[in-house]
């Protein structure tokens, strides 16, 4: 039999869909609930928990979405296995990902610093070549094991504290929507081999594939980050919907 939603550690603030989003998680992470297993179905969570069904709903699209459910049609919905999933068509910030699933992020940070923009950076942002950038590169860990690898370049008018930020207290994402939150995104995904910098970052073997996500970000009509993330094949699943 199914425990009732609320436990003494819920909190009662939370919107009513990470209310649900929490009772079916706590039963992932305690085990109670394993990969491939089927979830209760939207009727049977509205029994449960006394949620509407539009709100038990949201609940499970977005861990659906976010890779951690996986609903057959006609079938039901079922605990997803294999590796997470991270969102491809909308930003989002890795460590709220990782904490979703009940994991622990880290971060280590391999350089923070000032540079200058070459030819092909200049390209990118739409500035002079020449002109002061800040750089970062820093390695993003889910429950101590290296998940991405997150180069990034950015305009210093759109965030002119971002040399003075601990990254491993909030991340590059976190600040940079506080600053000047993003009007435009471009992606672009491909699949590579690591190099030598790649594989010491991420600990793999020089034989695994990785995906690579080329993105730039615009704020106040201007380019403001150019970003290279870079995820172990066997670690990380892209996708996303739009609905």
């Known amino acids: 039999m199914l ?3 609320m436990q003494p550690d ?17 039963r992932v992470r305690s085990g109670e609930w394993s990969p491939d297993d089927r979830v209760p179905s939207e009727n049977e969570l509205v029994k449960l928990t006394g949620h509407s069904r539009v709100t038990v709903g949201r609940a499970l699209r977005e861990l659906a979405d976010a890779g951690l459910l996986k609903r057959v049609q006609g079938v039901g919905t079922f605990v997803a296995g294999g590796p997470p999933q991270s969102a491809l068509l909308e930003l989002r910030d890795i460590a709220e990902e990782i904490t979703e699933r009940g994991h622990r992020h880290t ?3 391999e350089v923070l610093e000032r540079r200058v923009a070459d030819v092909a950076l200049a390209v ?5 070549e020449g002109s002061p950038l800040f750089h970062s590169r820093m390695v ?3 429950d101590d094991v290296p998940v991405q690898l997150e180069d990034r370049f950015v305009n210093p008018v759109i965030a002119p504290d971002y040399l003075v930020q601990d990254f491993t207290r909030t991340t590059p994402y976190a600040h940079l929507m506080a600053a000047a939150p993003a009007e435009r995104v471009e992606h672009v995904v491909e699949s590579i081999r690591p190099d030598a910098a790649t594989i010491a970052a991420l600990a793999i073997t020089p034989d695994e594939p990785c995906l690579l996500i080329h993105r730039r970000t615009w704020s106040r009509r201007m380019v403001a980050t150019r970003a290279w993330l870079t995820h172990p094949g066997s670690r990380y699943r892209l996708g996303g919907a739009l609905r």
Request: glycine share 4%; hydrophobic share 40%; charged share 25%.
């Open 107 to 109: 971060a280590r940070v």
């Open 10 to 26: 819920s909190d009662p603030t939370a919107p009513r869909y990470q209310q649900i989003k929490s009772f079916i998680l706590d």
């Open 140 to 142: 993003h860990l889910e």
């Open 3 to 5: 425990r009732p939603m």
């Open 124 to 128: 990118a942002f739409g500035l002079p």
